[in-house]
C-alpha cells in the first residue's frame, strides 16, 4: 500500500526535474539578461554576446560592429553629373555679354555697341563653350545648346537694324515683323516715294559700264542714309523715344533691303525686289 503511494511523488519529481534548467543554462540566461539590460547599444557582433552569456564579460573592441539601420548618404545629380564652369547669364542677349555690355539695353546704356569689345568677349566665351571640348553625352549636349544661344546674341547684337528690331520686341514687346505690323505702324509716305524713286533708278540705269558706274554710285547714297538712319534710331533709342525708334526702325529696314538689292544687282537684271 505504501509503495503504491510513493510512486506518484516519484514521477512527479522526476517530471519537475526535466522541466526544470540545467545550472549552466541558467548562468547563460542570466548573463544574457544582465547584458541586455546594460548595454548602450545593440550593436554588437554574435561572437561576442555568446561570450557575455558565457562568462559576463566581452572584448568587444576588437571586432567592428554595424549598426542595424545604417544611413546612406544620398547622391544628387549635382554630384555625380559635371557641369559647364561659369556658364553665361542667358535671360537676355545683353546679359550674355556682361563685360561689354553691363548696363543692359538702352536707355540705360548706349544703342551703339563697341564690337571689337564685343567680339572679343564673344570669342572667350565661344572659347570656354565650344561644343568640341566636351565628350559625347549631357555636357556636350548643353554646351552645343550653350553654343548656339551665343551665336544668335552676337550676331543680333551687331547687327544696328537686328538689334533695334530685339530691343522693341524684347523689352517693349513690340514686334515691326508681325503680319500686321504694316496696319500698326504704317509707313512714311515719304519714305515710300523716296524708295520709289530708286528702285525707278535702278531699272533705267541700262547696260554697260555706265551702267556699273550708275549701280556703284547708288551703293554709296543707300550706305550714306543707312548710316543716318541708324544714328537717328540711336538717339530715339538712347532718349527713351520708343515711338520715334519704331519708325526709323521701319524706315531702316527699307533701306537695308534697297542695300541688299543693290549688291545682287547685275546687268540686265533690271529693277530690285524690296521685302517690305
Known amino acids: 500500500m505504501a509503495s503504491s503511494f510513493r510512486a506518484p511523488r516519484v514521477i512527479q519529481r522526476l517530471t519537475a526535474s526535466a522541466s526544470r534548467p540545467s545550472p549552466r543554462t541558467r548562468i547563460l540566461a542570466r548573463n544574457s539578461r544582465a547584458f541586455a539590460s546594460s548595454s548602450p547599444s545593440p550593436c554588437i557582433c554574435i561572437r561576442c554576446q555568446l561570450r557575455l552569456a ?5 572584448s568587444h573592441t576588437q571586432h567592428r560592429t554595424f549598426s542595424t539601420s545604417p544611413t546612406f548618404k544620398s547622391i544628387t545629380t549635382d554630384e555625380v553629373t559635371p557641369k559647364i564652369p561659369n556658364p553665361p547669364d542667358t ?8 563685360r561689354t555690355l553691363p548696363e543692359g539695353p538702352p536707355p ?8 571689337p569689345t564685343l567680339r572679343r568677349e564673344f570669342l572667350s566665351l ?3 563653350l565650344h561644343p568640341d571640348k566636351y565628350p559625347p ?10 553654343s548656339a544661344r551665343i551665336n544668335d546674341a552676337y550676331r543680333t547684337l551687331s547687327d544696328p537694324l537686328l538689334r533695334a528690331q ?5 523689352f517693349h514687346e513690340i514686334d515691326v515683323l508681325a503680319e500686321d505690323g504694316a496696319g500698326q505702324h504704317p509707313l512714311d509716305p515719304e519714305l515710300l516715294m ?18 556699273v558706274k550708275a549701280i556703284e554710285g547708288m551703293k554709296r547714297e543707300n550706305e550714306e542714309r543707312v548710316r543716318g538712319c541708324v544714328g537717328k534710331m540711336a538717339e530715339a533709342f538712347d532718349t527713351g523715344d520708343v515711338q520715334r525708334a519704331v519708325g526709323e526702325c521701319v524706315r531702316l ?24
Do not use: C
Not at 54 to 58: A, N
Not at 91 to 98: C, G
Not at 166 to 170: N, P, S, T
Not at 194 to 208: K, L, N, P, S
Open 54 to 58: 558565457r562568462t559576463g564579460t566581452t
Open 91 to 98: 535671360t537676355t542677349h545683353y546679359t550674355i555679354f556682361p
Open 108 to 115: 540705360a546704356s548706349p544703342f551703339d555697341i563697341d564690337l
Open 126 to 128: 565661344q572659347n570656354t
Open 137 to 146: 553625352g549631357p555636357l556636350k549636349q548643353e554646351a552645343e545648346t550653350l
Open 166 to 170: 530685339y530691343i522693341l520686341r524684347e
Open 194 to 211: 523716296e524708295v520709289m524713286d530708286v528702285q525707278e533708278a535702278i531699272e533705267e540705269v541700262g547696260e554697260g559700264e555706265e551702267a
Open 253 to 276: 529696314k527699307f533701306w537695308v533691303n534697297v542695300g541688299e538689292g543693290l549688291r545682287e544687282w547685275e546687268p540686265g537684271m533690271g529693277g530690285i525686289r524690296l521685302i517690305h
